[in-house]
T-cell receptor, first 115, second 111 residues
Framework: GAVVSQHPSWVICKSGTSVKIECRSLDFQATTMFWYRQFPKQSLMLMATSNEGSKATYEQGVEKDKFLINHASLTLSTLTVTSAHPEDSSFYIC???????????FGPGTRLTVT | EDQVTQSPEALRLQEGESSSLNCSYTVSGLRGLFWYRQDPGKGPEFLFTLYSAGEEKEKERLKATLTKKESFLHITAPKPEDSATYLCAVQAIGAGNKLTFGGGTRVLVKP
């Protein structure tokens, strides 16, 4: 069964509003989680690393003030897209490593559409 | 900088027609190479992890192999339900748990 969940699975919002996406590890604790975005027919691009109890680490070119990440517990990370614009429309996916095998498990993704 | 290149970009197969997908990589020090399957509108599903050259892993009709420069995902006698995008990713030593993904190979298996 699924080991990482995301909520919501899809969201439509108006330009200028903020949207929060949740990522939960279901049966394990994750001190680190990762956020990706994926455009149609393209691969996953890492946006940021979410660290429990400390600041997130953002990849080059990702605006930290626009994509706010909070990792408040060992099973929950949130991504907030602030002042969303149509160009932020994308498929956002989170992942978490499980155990000591370095294997990462991905959530089902969240489809964001900004109108 | 770690790089992952997958080929071909797309592959159309007849049911039962075996084939191989390639994943070439350059990484400072390889901790692990990962294969995922992704269906449209869904998150990637974990398939395999390979850690060292010469390692092989199998799951149903899929077999993954690893050399020092590339990995292959062999699909034996594919079925239409094997249609998906297959993603390859590397994890470098010293990079935490970060994954660097290739562009993926879209596989379509026709009945």
């Amino acid at each position: 069964g699924a080991v990482v969940s995301q909520h919501p699975s899809w969201v439509i919002c108006k330009s200028g509003t903020s949207v929060k996406i949740e990522c939960r590890s279901l049966d394990f604790q994750a001190t680190t989680m990762f956020w990706y975005r994926q455009f149609p027919k393209q691969s996953l691009m890492l946006m940021a690393t979410s660290n429990e109890g400390s600041k997130a680490t953002y990849e080059q070119g990702v605006e930290k003030d626009k994509f706010l990440i909070n990792h408040a517990s060992l099973t929950l990370s949130t991504l907030t897209v602030t002042s969303a614009h149509p160009e932020d429309s994308s498929f956002y996916i989170c992942s978490a490593p499980r155990g000591n095998t370095y294997e990462q498990y991905f959530g089902p993704g969240t489809r964001l559409t900004v109108t | 900088e770690d790089q992952v290149t997958q080929s071909p970009e797309a592959l159309r197969l007849q049911e039962g027609e075996s084939s191989s997908l390639n994943c070439s990589y350059t990484v400072s020090g390889l901790r692990g190479l990962f294969w995922y399957r992704q269906d449209p509108g869904k998150g990637p599903e974990f398939l395999f992890t390979l850690y060292s050259a010469g390692e092989e892993k199998e799951k149903e009709r899929l077999k993954a192999t690893l050399t020092k420069k590339e990995s292959f995902l062999h699909i034996t006698a594919p079925k239409p339900e094997d249609s998906a995008t297959y993603l390859c990713a590397v994890q470098a030593i010293g990079a935490g748990n970060k994954l660097t993904f290739g562009g993926g190979t879209r596989v379509l298996v026709k009945p």
